[in-house]
DNA sequence: GCTAATTACTTGCATTTGCAAATAATCCGC
DNA sequence: GCGGATTATTTGCAAATGCAAGTAATTAGC
């Protein structure tokens, strides 16, 4: 690695070696540039319902699976347990949703769509679906459908290395 | 909205109406779910460099681009512009970038890979690449190739919302 | 060439975040 | 059924974040 690296004078362009990196093929660059803009655009849109995109991507996900265990919902939502739970805490004082602990195993949390977080889902679920067709403009069908089959591949692929 | 609402006592399942919202096929959902295994994956393997997400992403950046000005930099990295200012600094004092006021339009930064930096990168780019290929485990070149480029496009979808 | 508007970044401040440690309830092997 | 793992969630704390407001340099209009 230190082989003749006198660092070239003549462009301005880095080079030491290197052959230099293709950020633009680079599939994690790829996926988080999307998901930023995805994710700054839909913020601004829902601001006018007073929901924050973490507490969409709460609410989503419980229309999407009924009430379940906040170790579930963190899974599900990608978003960290600790983080989760104050926001599961600040939810419940707004009534979006409604917590108790589970009967059986009463360490677990249950939690669920309050009636206000329905009403606000329900009123978001049209917006997020403009905005999926919004991102997919120009897909066909068939293109949209491999996308997320592959997006999800990607996600099953990364799954096992906790070990 | 109210009509006949009284809550359902027969199932735990959610329903008052709405279809149920089909996260699992929701792209915006399939984005940031692989988006974050990833960044959560490959954080922890590049902090052994003392290195966070968000520094690699500056320097594969600029090791990508050469150097530019912050402003390129917050759009390359999706990184909002305060947060990278102060990135930014950080990266100055630990040696892995360096600043300068341009020549032309004093305004504007030029930050550039300094030495210990270009050090780091060259570390973590063969690890960026092997976890792009466990990320593509089971894809034909084709699927990858056709994964990047759909990933592109919805990019470019989304760009033009801001007037 | 002077002033107003714009651009490029920086900073103050209130919040949010994430790790690690704490708490609480269950489970496991005798 | 008792004590030590284990699991589910919460909380302390230092650091990171994002918006809005501030600063400095440049450009535009006259």
């Known amino acids: 690695m230190t082989r003749g690296a006198r660092r ?8 030491e070696d290197l052959p230099v990196f293709e ?5 994690p660059y790829l996926i988080n540039r999307a998901g930023a803009r995805l994710a700054v655009a839909f913020s601004k849109e829902i601001a006018r319902y007073g929901i924050e ?9 419980l229309q999407a699976q009924g009430p379940c265990r906040l170790g579930d919902l963190a899974a599900l ?3 960290e347990m ?4 104050r926001l599961v805490g600040r939810m419940t004082r ?3 949703v409604e917590r108790a602990r589970e009967n059986g195993d009463r360490r677990a949390l249950q939690v669920g769509l309050a009636a206000p977080g329905r009403q606000v889902v329900a009123a978001i679920v049209p917006l997020a679906h403009e905005y999926e067709r919004l991102a997919l403009s120009g897909f066909t069908p068939g293109e949209a459908e491999a996308l997320r ?10 799954g096992g290395l906790p070990p």
Do not use: D
């Open 77 to 79: 939502t990608s978003i």
């Open 82 to 85: 600790s983080t989760l739970s």
């Open 149 to 158: 089959e592959m997006l999800s591949r990607v996600y099953r692929n990364l």
């Open 94 to 96: 707004a009534r979006l």
């Open 23 to 27: 950020l633009g093929r680079f599939l």
């Open 53 to 61: 995109l973490q507490e969409w991507r709460v609410l989503a996900a």
């Open 8 to 15: 070239s004078t003549r462009s301005f362009r880095q080079s």
